[in-house]
């Protein structure tokens, strides 16, 4: 397990942007497959986008070309840029990691807040 922090969120207008950032506190996640998850209140986890460690990038459905998940600063963090941010982009977002492809995110960043208003 890697320990993960992320930065960035924050309050936004609707059609604003924010960009959140993950490291690990003790290593390079270049080896890591990430992935960005948030969890709005009453409402289950879900995946925001994941990249591979070849840098394949996935996305969930709702972010319909406004997210982009990128590896920078020589793969050692995952960014998350959000633009054209919706009311119901409002969450906490969580970073996770995972050493396998096709193993468990079996470490979790503690997660930041991500509020949009009208």
């Known amino acids: 397990q890697v320990v993960l922090h992320e930065r960035g969120g924050g309050l936004v207008q609707t059609g604003g942007s924010l960009r959140l950032s993950c490291e690990a506190s003790d290593r390079s996640l270049m080896e890591y497959h990430v992935a960005w998850f948030r969890q709005a209140p009453g409402k289950e986890r879900e995946m925001v986008a994941r990249i591979t460690v070849g840098g394949t990038a996935h996305y969930g459905d709702f972010v319909k070309g406004r997210f982009i998940i990128s590896r920078e600063h020589a793969k050692t963090t995952v960014a998350l840029q959000m633009d054209s941010l919706k009311v119901e982009d409002t969450a906490v977002y969580y970073c996770?990691?995972?050493?396998?492809?096709?193993?468990?995110?079996?470490?979790w960043g503690q997660g930041t807040q991500v509020t949009v208003s009208s």
């Open positions: 996770a990691a995972r050493y396998r492809a096709l193993s468990d995110w079996d470490s």
